[in-house]
């Protein structure tokens, strides 16, 4: 997401963050009770056979909870858990935790659905459904299974947005789906007079936008984990032919500040510094060759020693394998993230306008 977080859970105190992500919450809750609450207003004014409808759609309620009990599951467990670890700046673990809690809540909700729609009726007879009002709990019933997907994928996934402090966004994907829910109710029961099919399409029609809207607010939340680039300045010493004969850069992140020196003319910097806040790490030159490195304490006489085979030969394997373990986990993984590949090409765009812009002053200053 691209727009500035509601809330920052490291930062903000405790107080405004139980206000700030409780209240959106417990809206969002609220809310969500308006889906079922639309559908028997609408039914319950079925002429002739809403009350009888309505008592079927009444049997059904004990199966919509079930179905959203299992969204809990996951997401109360899985939300949890991924903010801990974009709390501890291990964005990878919380994408994984995010990707297994999407791929348990599908298999889920394939499993329930099967159960519903093949023993969906003996169901309903076990929770009070009498001959009379079988057949409107049962059209309910068999359509509402057939979006426990869009349910599951919804109520589960809608966690993790609040985890990231976007409760207002949590909150907006639940209430537009509800907005959705009453209009159609009035379209598919009131004026197509769909009866308990329409209260039923109302709903999975709602449900399906709104777990759409939930997922691509999911893919686009990238904020918490990009490598924002501040400001980028370069340092430039050329040959009388402009050609780079010793370049600094400077780039000043976030969150943080970073240096880099490279020469043709002169021997540059080869080391690797990363300084923190318990010491700092290095890795002597030439540090884009080196499997060793080590980490050094406020104790001077503390210092760990790491001697590593980094994955691929190519640098970008190198470094990506290098990040994995400064972070302190051993990462199967060789690939630069999205955000990563994204910072560095624009690192080199901005190095390649700067030199362009120089170009540029060196023509004027030969033409005048």
Known sequence: MKEKKETDLGKDKLGMLLLKLALPAILAQIINVLYNMVDRMYIGHIPKAGPDALTGVGVTMPVIMAISAFAALVSMGGAPRASIMMGRKDHKQAEKILGNCTMMLIIMAVILTGVFLIWGGNILLIFGASEKTIGYALDYMKIYAMGTIFVQLALGLNAFINAQGFAKMGMLTVAIGAIINIILDFLFVK????????????????????????IYVLMKSEEAHQLIIKDIRFDVIRGENGLDLFTKVSVNYQNGIGTATCGLGVKSEGRLLVAGTRGYLIAEAPWWKTSYFEVHYENPLEVEKYSERFLGDGLRYEISDFLSMVNGRNSSEFKLTRSESVALADMMEQFLKAEKRERERSYENMGT
Do not use: N
Not at 191 to 209: D, F, M, N, P
């Open 191 to 214: 004026y197509l007079k769909w009866g308990v099919a329409g209260a039923g399409y109302a709903t999975l029609i709602a449900q399906a936008i709104s777990a759409i809207m939930i």
